[in-house]
Nanobody, 119 residues
Framework: QVQLVESGGGLVQTGEPLRLSCAAS????????MGWYRQAPGEQRELVAS??????NYADAVKGRFTISRDYAKNTVYLQMNAVKPEDTAVYYC??????????????WGQGTQVTVSS
């Protein structure tokens, strides 16, 4: 069984930094890509950032403010959020494209972590 566990969400003020973490665990053979999505109330879930080895990708709304990174040894992905804005308020979800032992390659999701930015 593969699990993704996020941490680091919370309440911050406009302009402050925040760092999200997502650790994958289980009988993992390989992780092909990891990413962060977010969903604000009444909105669809949207891609924030993703990373395939050596190739990060960002939504236009967060370019220059957010940075995605991976620790391959720890099967962990991070999202460093700088200069946050009230419109960044959402539940943030981690996902990962994983091949686990005895299981076909699949995309897994974390449970989500709330980020609230006050003005």
């Amino acid at each position: 069984q593969v699990q993704l566990v996020e941490s680091g969400g919370g309440l911050v003020q406009t302009g402050e930094p925040l760092r999200l973490s997502c650790a994958a665990s289980g009988r993992i053979v390989s992780i092909y890509g990891m990413g962060w999505y977010r969903q604000a109330p009444g909105e669809q879930r949207e891609l924030v950032a993703s990373i395939i080895p050596g190739s990060p990708n960002y939504a236009d709304a967060v370019k220059g403010r957010f940075t995605i990174s991976r620790d391959y040894a720890k099967n962990t992905v991070y999202l460093q959020m700088n200069a946050v804005k009230p419109e960044d308020t959402a539940v943030y979800y981690c996902n990962a494209d994983i091949w686990a032992l005895g299981v076909p390659r699949n995309v897994y999701w974390g449970q989500g972590t709330q980020v609230t930015v006050s003005s």
